[in-house]
T-cell receptor, first 112, second 111 residues
Framework: NAGVTQTPKFQVLKTGQSMTLQCAQDMNHNSMYWYRQDPGMGLRLIYYSASEGTTDKGEVPNGYNVSRLNKREFSLRLESAAPSQTSVYFC???????????FGPGTRLTVL | QKEVEQDPGPLSVPEGAIVSLNCTYSNSAFQYFMWYRQYSRKGPELLMYTYSSGNKEDGRFTAQVDKSSKYISLFIRDSQPSDSATYLCAMSVNTGNQFYFGTGTSLTVIP
């Protein structure tokens, strides 16, 4: 039981490049989330998916797109990376009817 | 105004001390209150989870919620060096809904 896994662990991009951050969970959770964490700003929600086939914007969705590929996988795409998107990105999942979130180990992204 | 305010610290205490961590919030609709612990370069992990007002105790940890004051606290008794981490409060209106996190308080427990 791996929990929530994220790939890659580290990534360096140049401004304007695109990339997809992958997230998968093996706990059969319905809800999945993408956050970014910046110094002094805490965790901010980018997008979430309450169930397979649905996605909703969070607090800071601009510059990002998501895909809930199936119940297990929730990916985050940066179409044209900007230095302001340098951050640590966390994926999380949550079982139904609870507020307990399980987090992945994070992806450290630097945009030059 | 941010939805959730949390003093970032840093907080440094000797081993065995009682630690008090706090958050305030502005949205009176919040019903679910969580405390997460995050070790350096790791993802957050859930420490305590309470619904509505009141106290909840789990070993050395006690979570308190005062909805009338829009104030939540986490108390750590007999603090240990292994408690050194960043503690984040989080809250939501409903289950499976958007969470709002504080910025986190960095705690160091000195042996």
């Amino acid at each position: 039981n791996a929990g929530v896994t994220q790939t890659p662990k580290f990534q360096v991009l140049k401004t304007g490049q695109s990339m997809t951050l992958q997230c998968a969970q093996d706990m059969n959770h319905n809800s999945m989330y993408w956050y970014r964490q910046d110094p002094g700003m805490g965790l901010r929600l980018i997008y979430y998916s309450a169930s397979e086939g649905t996605t909703d914007k969070g607090e800071v969705p601009n510059g990002y797109n998501v895909s809930r590929l199936n119940k297990r996988e929730f990916s985050l795409r940066l179409e044209s990376a900007a230095p302001s998107q340098t951050s640590v990105y966390f994926c999380a999942s949550s079982p139904p009817a609870t507020n307990e979130q399980f987090f992945g180990p994070g992806t450290r992204l630097t945009v030059l | 105004q941010k939805e959730v305010e949390q003093d970032p610290g840093p907080l440094s205490v000797p081993e065995g001390a009682i630690v008090s961590l706090n958050c305030t919030y502005s949205n009176s609709a919040f019903q679910y209150f969580m405390w997460y612990r995050q070790y350096s370069r790791k993802g957050p992990e859930l420490l305590m989870y309470t619904y509505s007002s009141g106290n909840k105790e789990d070993g050395r940890f006690t979570a308190q919620v005062d909805k009338s004051s829009k104030y939540i606290s986490l108390f750590i008794r007999d603090s240990q060096p292994s408690d050194s981490a960043t503690y984040l409060c989080a809250m939501s209106v409903n289950t499976g809904n958007q969470f709002y996190f504080g910025t986190g308080t960095s705690l160091t427990v000195i042996p």
